[in-house]
Antibody, heavy 121, light 108 residues
Framework: EVQLVESGGGLVKPGGSLRLSCAAS????????MNWVRQAPGKGLEWVSS????????YYADSVKGRFTISRDNAKNSLYLQMNSLRAEDTAVYYC??????????????WGQGTLVTVSS | EIVLTQSPGTLSLSPGERATLSCRASQSVSSSYLGWYQQKPGQAPRLLIY???SRATGIPDRFSGSGSGTDFTLTISRLEPEDFAVYYCQQYGSSPYTFGQGTKLEIK
């Protein structure tokens, strides 16, 4: 069964930085686009960023553009999200999700269990 | 940006009843790049439907999706106790890959 395990969440002060990781296993990581989605406490889902299988194509939500950087290491089967200039409104559970199929324009399946990021002084 | 509006915000029904959830897009969703997800408290979202009407692997056939263009529907034919959860639609045809705000399906 495909497995996605996020790590790196925690408490950080406003203006600080954090790097999230997503370890992937039991599928050919280098063949799939990957995604980050977040969910603020008690709120709905918000797409954050996506990266193509090779890393050549990258997309961001306007709310994080210029502050967050998505990347991947296909040799290590890992996805990353570097988060800088963090704000209180970035507080959320961050989910890593794989594209459902190889190629472009796919649904998100499966999802990791999420990692909580709290931005507070 | 394609804005997805889900209705109703909350739906109160009893087990055995039929549930109809709506997702309306602010502009046409190309090639039905529309998915539905279920989320239970403390859990990650789970894919139910992709391509507007295709059931994901392992999803019971009481779940069905329909629609095209700007209007999409998730139907649960006969509610089971485990179906009470929050449901989200998502369009993945064009970035930003937006989600609807969710419909909470609660036990009446």
């Amino acid at each position: 069964e495909v497995q996605l395990v996020e790590s790196g969440g925690g408490l950080v002060k406003p203006g600080g930085s954090l790097r999230l990781s997503c370890a992937a296993s039991r599928f050919t990581f280098s063949s799939y686009s990957m995604n980050w989605v977040r969910q603020a406490p008690g709120k709905g889902l918000e797409w954050v960023s996506s990266i193509s299988s090779s890393g050549s194509y990258i997309y961001y939500a306007d709310s994080v553009k210029g502050r967050f950087t998505i990347s991947r290491d296909n040799a290590k089967n890992s996805l990353y999200l570097q988060m800088n200039s963090l704000r209180a409104e970035d507080t959320a559970v961050y989910y890593c999700a794989r594209d459902g199929l190889t190629g472009t324009k796919n649904w998100f399946d499966p999802w990791g269990q999420g990692t909580l990021v709290t931005v507070s002084s | 940006e394609i804005v997805l509006t889900q209705s109703p915000g909350t739906l109160s029904l009893s087990p055995g009843e039929r549930a109809t959830l709506s997702c309306r897009a602010s502009q046409s969703v190309s090639s039905s790049y529309l998915g539905w997800y279920q989320q239970k408290p403390g859990q990650a979202p789970r894919l139910l439907i992709y391509g507007a009407s295709s059931r994901a692997t392992g999803i019971p056939d009481r779940f069905s999706g329909s629609g095209s263009g700007t209007d999409f529907t998730l139907t649960i034919s006969r509610l089971e106790p485990e179906d009470f959860a929050v449901y989200y639609c998502q369009q993945y045809g064009s970035s930003p890959y937006t989600f609807g705000q969710g419909t909470k399906l609660e036990i009446k």
